[in-house]
Structure formats: C-alpha cells, structure tokens
C-alpha cells in the first residue's frame, strides 16, 4: 500500500524549533520529488517547499515565507522525509502534511505533473506560549 | 504572484445533479492546475491534473475543463460522499510555487 506517515507535531513555544518525519512505503523514495504542505486551523492549503530525489541533486526550494527558518531533508536509506523548523511563530501553527509530487513517464523521460498524488494523514504543530 | 479565485465559496445542490465550481489565475497559467477533494478531517485527495486529467481511481463523474484564466470543476451524478471542500492548485516551475485557491465547499 502506497502510504506516507507524518509523525513529530505537538505543542512548542514561540521561538522554539521542532523536526518533523514522514515515512513513505509502498513505492520508490529514491525517485519521488517531496514537499510539505501545511493548513492552518479552519484555513486553506499552503505549500512550504519541496526537495528533488538524491538522482535529480536534491536540492530544496522553500516558499518565501519559510525565510531561512525552514529545512527539508531527506534519508532514502530510511525512505523518510524530514522538516527541521526553527524559529517558531503562532502563525506556523498548522497541520504539516508530506505530499509527493505526481510524475508521469514516457519511456524514459520523466516530467513533473504539477500536483500532489500522494499525502500523508498530516501532524499538527501548534506554536504557542 | 499569481492568485487562485474559486467561485462560489459555498455551493449547494441536491443528489443526482451536476455541480459546476470555477478557478481563476489571475494570469494565463495555460493547464498547469490542479484540482482536490478534501473532507473534514482527512487530508486532500487528487482529483484532476493537467487542468483536465482524472487522477487514478478518480470517478468519470469528475471532470476538469478550461486553460488560461478560466477553470472548472464539473461533478456529476452527484452523491452525498461529494460533500467536501474543492480546492483549484496552480504549478510554477520558476520561481517554484505551487499556489492554492481557498476552496469551494460542497453541500449536498
């Protein structure tokens, strides 16, 4: 079963930092480009960034609120998927989902198809005092 | 930066009909938009990409349709499991953003 499991919210105070795991089973890590997209309480969705497989560099892009404050990694040896937060304010409380990036193939080109095919049941982080 | 409005924030319609939601960019964003379901309590779920693409196991009830500025979600047939908030997601490889609408929600 293709399955990815969020795990390492909770409660934290502003200032503090927190890191987050997510477990992929079920299909190849190795190949999966991965994000994390969080929802605040009764809000919509917000993308956070996203890091390309080890095979395609493994680089990270973050969107431009994350400001040096966020840092997504990845273990392909341990399939799991990681978002180190430091600098914690009340406005990143939020479910915290891991999501994998939809990729089609056409023999053996890969593209990028825009979306999020995958995601996780999320965790929720609360930044509070 | 492109902005995601979705029309109308609340919609309601009775079983067996059609409902229509709309996305619209603020720019020409071609067919790079996505479209998911997500019920209270669960994480989204892909409905369509590409603009009109049925992601897998995804009823033909759900269709997507337009390009540029102008999108819509058509779900027919409709049942009492469609209640859920929709939202519409653009993709932009550079600079990378993936940017969400903020949602319709479905009542049956």
């Known amino acids: 079963e293709v399955q990815l499991v969020e795990s390492g919210g909770g409660l934290v105070q502003p200032g503090g930092s927190l890191r987050l795991s997510c477990a992929a089973s079920?299909?190849?890590?190795?190949?999966?480009?991965m994000n994390w997209v969080r929802q605040a309480p009764g809000k919509g969705l917000e993308w956070v960034g996203r890091v390309r497989s080890t095979s395609d560099g493994g680089a990270a892009e973050y969107a431009e609120f994350v400001k040096d404050r966020f840092s997504i990694s990845r273990d392909d040896s341990k399939s799991t998927l990681f978002l180190q937060m430091k600098s914690l304010k009340s406005d990143d409380t939020a479910v915290y989902y891991c999501?994998?990036?939809?990729?089609?193939?056409?023999?053996?080109?890969?593209?990028?198809?825009?979306?999020?095919?995958?995601w996780g049941q999320g965790t929720m982080v609360t930044v509070s005092s | 930066e492109i902005v995601m409005t979705q029309s109308p924030a609340t919609l309601s319609v009775s079983p067996g009909e059609s409902a229509t939601l709309s996305c619209r960019p603020s720019?020409?964003?071609?067919?790079?938009l996505a479209w998911y379901q997500q019920k209270p309590g669960q994480a989204p779920r892909l409905l369509i990409y590409?603009?009109?693409t049925r992601a897998t196991d995804i009823p033909a009830r759900f269709s997507g349709s337009g390009s540029g500025t102008e999108f819509t979600l058509t779900i027919s047939s409709l049942q009492s499991e469609d209640c859920a908030l929709y939202y519409c997601?653009?993709?932009?490889?550079?600079?990378?953003?993936?940017?969400f609408g903020q949602g319709t929600k479905l009542e049956i």
């Open positions: 720019q020409n964003v071609n067919t790079k």
């Open positions: 590409g603009a009109s």
């Open positions: 997601q653009h993709y932009n490889n550079w600079p990378l953003m993936y940017t």
């Open positions: 999501t994998r990036d939809l990729m089609f193939c056409d023999g053996d080109k890969c593209y990028l198809g825009g979306a999020f095919d995958i």
């Open positions: 079920g299909f190849t890590f190795n190949d999966a480009w």
